[in-house]
């Protein structure tokens, strides 16, 4: 009589794991295997597509630098142009974009009045909500126009350097046009994930670095970009996965034309994404599938670079903690 | 080296919120003064007026006078970056620059007013600082190591060996041992004891043992009601504050019978 009096007692404990955990348990490991299944079926449907064209092709894929695809037999093509295309715009894109991404950053997190700074903050969110076909527009119409002349300028006082060297297009088409909307689109993502570490340097570092008679300036360097190193590396490397992946502006900027130029102020060079883009309509033979093993490409040049990211984040995580 | 301090009618204020009222007191040069007082009564806010820190808290003001010697702290030339590197602090939590190697923590202040310093006199004022902080010889053979591999009293020193490298007149102290074990918290106190000799220094603790054991003189704040702003109730030597309190609300609280 006295046990059925007791009020509900906890079941006794039985091994067996409830059935909401199991469940739920099984979600979360589900949708970790989908993840891998689709990335594994993408790399193997980009392999199969690009087997029969580069069992064909009569050049070497990774150094040629012409597109001879469109043929039924013997087609002669190579990725070499649109590689060192596709590395090029995005590197100049990362070197224009962090530094003003870090400045953004900056401002927003230690100088901005508070009102000020949430308002900044939507409004270089909302750059990154620009459909890309509309920096294409605005990249090919408005900004390659504009840039015609500085353009001018730089190969009459920088034009020692061989990037820079004349004569420079009369378009302003040109792989460092590219480069300028790239870094405006990548932009907000940099200053995101910069903004997100500067806001999380404790509050004892900055504080050791103000009583010690610092300048704001002076606590930044001590405390703030040791400190957010990581963050601003990993925003830098996203951003450059978006940048390399980029096709339509690109593909709207860009004059098309095949070859390795280091020369930014003339036209010549093309990106992987652009290329695939612009050829595919027009693609015969073994035209698609040298194009997809060209997305091949590019697929192994983000997943190396977007890879590298989480490895320096992560390593900067484990130092800092 | 160091300076005496002059407090008169200093209100601090947190936007609209009166948080401390009206405090007037002199604090003496090569001694210690101890703030002690319940949780939440304002001590560390107005220790952190005297060096303009609480400027660093969004909507934090003070209104009064604070005189360094003749400088008046608060005066319209003067600017806060240079009142700190005058009057040091050290934070009830250690906090070296983790990516620093010991080395540069203790430099890192010193080279902020003299980048030209030559190697072999920033090398004599790491040393000098660090025998100063009683750290010397345990760190001397790892100065390249990182600071943030030291024990936490150890870290500690190395905080007060980073702001005397300053060479401040004036050092505050934010609790500084309330996170260390005794024989750390003993290794502080030895420590206060001997840089009174060329500092001013202020201390704030909620231990009033130690209070006793370090300070020349000490100060009590209280909460005048809850809600109400804190307030100074009384300063004295050590030894009187402790035996012969001239309020109640002193006595009550360090005979423990409140706060």
Redesign the interface.
């Known amino acids: 009589m006295t046990t059925t009096d007791a009020p509900k007692a906890a079941p006794p404990p039985t091994g067996k794991r409830r059935i909401g955990d199991v469940v739920f348990a099984g979600l979360a490991r589900g949708s970790g295997i989908l993840i891998l299944l689709i990335l594994a079926g993408v790399a193997a449907f980009l392999l199969v597509q690009a087997w029969p064209s580069l069992l064909a092709n009569t050049s070497n894929f990774l150094t040629d630098q012409s597109w001879n695809a469109n043929v039924r037999e013997n087609p002669s093509f190579g990725v070499a142009a649109l590689a060192f295309g596709t590395v090029m715009a995005a590197a100049i894109a990362l070197l224009l974009a962090t530094p003003v991404a870090i400045g953004i950053a900056l401002f927003i997190v230690y100088y901005a009045p508070?009102r000020l700074a949430t308002t900044l903050g939507y409004l270089v969110d909302l750059l990154a909500a620009i459909p890309s076909v509309v920096y294409g527009l605005w990249g090919m119409m408005v900004l390659a126009p504009q840039l015609v002349p500085v353009y001018e300028g730089m190969t009459k006082y920088l034009g020692w350097i061989p990037l820079f060297a004349g004569p420079a297009s009369t378009s302003a088409r040109t792989l460092l046009t590219a480069g300028v909307v790239l870094a405006v689109m990548i932009l907000p993502i940099i200053t995101a994930m910069s903004r997100d570490v500067f806001h999380q340097v404790?509050q004892?570092?900055?504080?050791?670095?103000?009583?010690?008679?610092?300048?704001r300036w002076?606590m930044i360097r001590?405390?703030v970009l040791?400190?957010g190193k990581s963050g601003i590396v990993g925003g830098a490397m996203l951003g450059m996965g978006r940048a390399l992946g980029e096709t339509m502006a690109v593909a709207m900027i860009l004059s098309p034309s095949l070859a390795i130029s280091f020369n930014l102020l003339q036209s010549g060079n093309q990106t992987i994404a652009a290329h695939i883009a612009l050829q595919y309509p027009e693609a015969t033979g073994y035209g698609v599938s040298a194009l997809i093993a060209a997305g091949l490409v590019l697929f192994a040049i983000t997943l190396a670079v977007n890879m590298g990211a989480r490895y320096v984040v992560a390593r900067g995580n484990k130092?800092?903690a | 080296m160091a300076k005496r301090i002059d407090v008169s009618g200093l209100h601090v204020y947190y936007s609209d919120f009166l948080a401390v009222e009206d405090v007037s007191m002199t604090i003496e040069p090569r001694s210690v003064t101890a703030f002690i007082g319940s949780s939440g009564c304002g001590k560390s806010t107005f220790l952190r007026t005297l060096?303009r820190?609480h400027e660093?808290t969004?909507g934090a003001r003070a209104e009064g006078k604070v005189l360094l010697d003749d400088l008046d702290i608060y005066g319209r030339e003067v600017d806060p970056?240079?009142v700190?590197?005058?009057i040091?602090?050290v934070?009830q939590?250690a906090?070296?620059?983790?990516?620093?190697s010991i080395y540069d923590n203790v430099i890192?202040?010193a080279r902020?007013?003299n980048t030209r310093m030559s190697k072999s006199e920033a090398d004599e004022l790491v040393e000098e600082s660090l025998r100063g902080a009683n750290l010397w010889e345990e760190v001397k053979d790892r100065l390249n190591k990182p600071g943030s591999g030291l024990s936490g009293g150890q870290q500690q020193r190395l905080?007060i060996a980073?702001?005397t490298a300053?060479k401040p007149s004036v050092l505050l102290m934010d609790e500084p041992c309330s996170a260390l074990d005794p024989i750390s918290t003993l290794a502080i106190e030895d420590l206060i004891h001997k840089l009174k000799e060329d500092y001013t220094i202020v201390i704030v603790t909620h231990n009033m043992q130690q209070a006793a054991r370090v300070s020349d003189r000490t100060a009590f704040f209280n909460l005048s009601a809850p809600g109400k702003p804190g307030k100074l109730i009384e300063m004295g030597e050590t030894n009187q504050i402790f035996t012969r309190p001239e309020k109640k609300e002193t006595e009550n609280y360090i005979t423990g019978r409140f706060g």
């Not at chain 1, 504080?207 to 010690?212: G, R, S, V």
């Not at chain 2, 906090?95 to 620093?100: G, K, R």
Request: proline content about 10%; overall charge positive; aromatic content about 6%.
């Open positions: 508070r404790p004892g570092h900055r504080e050791a670095a103000l009583a010690m008679g610092a300048t002076e001590l405390a040791p400190f130092e800092s | 060096n820190m660093v969004p970056v240079m700190r590197s005058e040091g602090m934070f939590k906090n070296p620059f983790p990516t620093m890192a202040g902020l007013n905080c980073r702001a300053v």
